[in-house]
């Protein structure tokens, strides 16, 4: 049967035997690694006619961000660069990673062509339109 998660994250099962390693690679690595390096959290919502994806992508400019649509999947992709400016105090830590980061969905019942995007306060805003079904066109053949 499948574990219980509620929204708050927490696992409702008593026993996990990979959380041991879990914990080690949190507390060698920081709590920066696994999914937060390739990917970002997004929110996706039904709004009848449109969908409306939010992705948090804070401390990116506009510019870093790309959007691609190719055979019915939309790819957002961010690059964030290292700022290797040598004026700069020796960091004693540094926590903000440099990095690719990049999310795919399928598209294939969207307008893609009304796609629209804003980006705000480091969170993207894309309304995605979705395809009008139209019934297949029916007629009636005479036989001469």
């Known amino acids: 049967m499948f574990e219980l998660i509620p929204f708050g994250g927490h696992r409702v099962s008593a026993y996990d035997?990979?959380?041991?390693?879990?914990?080690?690679?949190?507390?060698?690595?920081?709590?920066?690694?696994?999914?937060?390096?390739?990917?970002?959290?997004?929110?996706?919502?039904?709004?009848?006619?449109?969908?409306?994806?939010?992705?948090?992508?804070?401390?990116?400019?506009?510019?870093?961000?790309?959007?691609?649509?190719?055979?019915?999947?939309?790819?957002?992709?961010?690059?964030?660069?290292?700022?290797?400016?040598?004026?700069?105090?020796?960091?004693?830590?540094?926590?903000?990673?440099?990095?690719?980061?990049s999310r795919s969905f399928d598209v294939s019942g969207i307008e893609v062509d009304q796609i629209e995007a804003a980006y705000n306060d480091g969170v993207l805003t894309l309304t995605m339109p979705k395809k009008v079904e139209t019934a297949p066109a029916s007629r009636r053949l005479e036989i001469k």
């Open 17 to 101: 035997p990979f959380r041991a390693f879990d914990e080690m690679e949190r507390s060698f690595f920081g709590e920066s690694r696994g999914n937060a390096l390739s990917a970002f959290r997004t929110d996706v919502v039904d709004t009848g006619d449109a969908y409306k994806l939010d992705a948090e992508l804070p401390g990116f400019k506009k510019e870093d961000i790309k959007i691609d649509v190719e055979n019915d999947v939309l790819t957002i992709s961010a690059e964030r660069k290292l700022d290797n400016d040598e004026s700069k105090p020796n960091f004693v830590k540094r926590e903000r990673f440099y990095g690719s980061y």
